[in-house]
């Protein structure tokens, strides 16, 4: 038996078992697949006009489920599933669907949507602790800082160093390797599995009784099987079917494209970056100054014939919502905003260049406000983006 492919093994081995495992076990006859590791790893996070996007909160929904687990997906994704799990459960009493010896005989939920929003925020706590603990606490620079343009001066110096590996607005979260397929809403697995070990997925699923069964009829409902996990449903945005499921909340059927499902059940990322970003700040700031509300000050005085070190408690400077905003206006946020984006895009310009689009940003946001303003930057950083590579591949 051939070996599969594992963590445990090198990139170089791992590549080429995964290779081999794509080509010469999972069949590429039949229904359209989708592959999240070399091909559409942004599926559902991109829109068509390489926005990233997450889903609108109010189209989420329930999904049945036998365990004591809540799962939830995008509203037509959930509709097309229970319909599926239906057919399946009249294959069942048809024996046409083997009920014994088949992972898909159950057709339960074993892992679906995760929420955007809520991996950011976590993200951004493990973020801040670590530049806390870390970087301040850890590299003796806390009693360097008296007020919140210490801190903040202190934070973009840590932020310039990693943004290219860790990126800090919601955006690029979002399309990073921090995140994952499963906040598009689009995706329901069978079951909780290691997407690592190849082995499992040949014996027990794609060997299964009912895997051509479960790959045509899956495609019957408008959903995609992924190569690389066999027990993941990714629903097909350019299906007719789906789009069928999407018609009562608003989707209009247009085959051959994800037709106006961007639109009507995402949010657009960049929206909302820029604020997000001057709340985090402020807020870390005032964790910071309620955690360690004194700093430390030595003053070399003299006493009788001799200099000693005098060492006093000094209360840190609180900082107001209204000082904030009065100190750092909306064209500072906005070039700041450019700044991470240029870094953690990769983005590499010349010093004119980028003068070049400050100054544009400086000249649009009187006229045409932030909201405007942002989708100009937004629309640049995917346009000057070296990772394009992906972008013939999305929806």
Request: hydrophobic fraction near 40%; include cysteine; proline fraction near 4%.
């Amino acid at each position: 038996m051939a070996q599969a492919a594992t963590n445990s093994l090198n990139t170089e081995e791992t590549f080429i078992l995964r290779r081999l495992y794509q080509e010469d076990v999972y069949p590429r006859w039949g229904p359209k697949s989708i592959d999240y590791w070399y091909d559409k790893g942004l599926y559902g996070r991109l829109d068509r006009k390489e926005n990233v996007v997450l889903p609108k909160l109010t189209n989420i929904k329930q999904l049945r489920s036998a365990d004591e687990d809540s799962y939830f997906a995008l509203d037509f994704v959930v509709d097309a599933f229970e319909s599926m799990r239906t057919a399946f459960e009249k294959g069942m009493i048809k024996n046409t669907v083997r009920v014994n010896g088949s992972a898909y005989s159950a057709m339960r939920p074993g892992q679906a949507w995760n929420n955007g929003d809520e991996l950011y925020l976590q993200y951004l706590q493990i973020m801040d602790d670590v530049f806390v603990q870390d970087y301040l606490v850890g590299l003796g620079l806390t009693d360097s800082i008296r007020s919140f343009k210490d801190y903040f001066d202190k934070y973009m110096t840590y932020i310039e160093q990693r943004a290219t590996t860790f990126p800090i607005t919601k955006s690029s979260f979002i399309a990073s390797k921090y995140s994952n397929p499963y906040v598009s809403g689009l995706i329901i697995e069978l079951n909780k599995e290691n997407h690592a070990n190849d082995l499992p997925k040949k014996e027990v699923y794609i060997n299964d009784p009912n895997f051509n069964i479960f790959r045509n009829t899956a495609q019957q409902f408008g959903f995609m099987i992924d190569v690389n996990a066999p027990w993941r449903l990714t629903a097909d945005l350019a299906n007719p079917f789906m789009q069928g499921f999407g018609g009562k909340y608003g989707v209009e059927p247009f085959a051959g494209s994800a037709s106006n499902i961007f639109d009507t059940h995402y949010d657009l990322l960049y929206t909302e970056d820029v604020d997000l970003l001057k709340r985090f700040f402020l807020a870390s700031y005032e964790t910071f100054v309620e955690t360690y509300p004194l700093l430390q000050e030595e003053k070399t005085v003299k006493c009788d014939d001799s200099f000693i070190i005098d060492v006093t408690k000094v209360p840190r400077i609180p900082y107001n919502r209204e000082a904030y905003a009065a100190d750092y206006n909306e064209l500072f946020w906005l070039k700041l905003y450019m700044n991470f984006r240029l870094k953690e895009d990769g983005i590499v310009l010349t010093s004119r260049r980028k003068n070049v689009i400050i100054k544009k940003i400086s000249n649009l946001l009187p006229y045409v406000g932030t909201a405007k303003t942002v989708k100009v930057i937004n629309g640049n950083m995917i346009a000057l983006s070296p990772n394009r590579w992906w972008a013939p591949n999305t929806l």
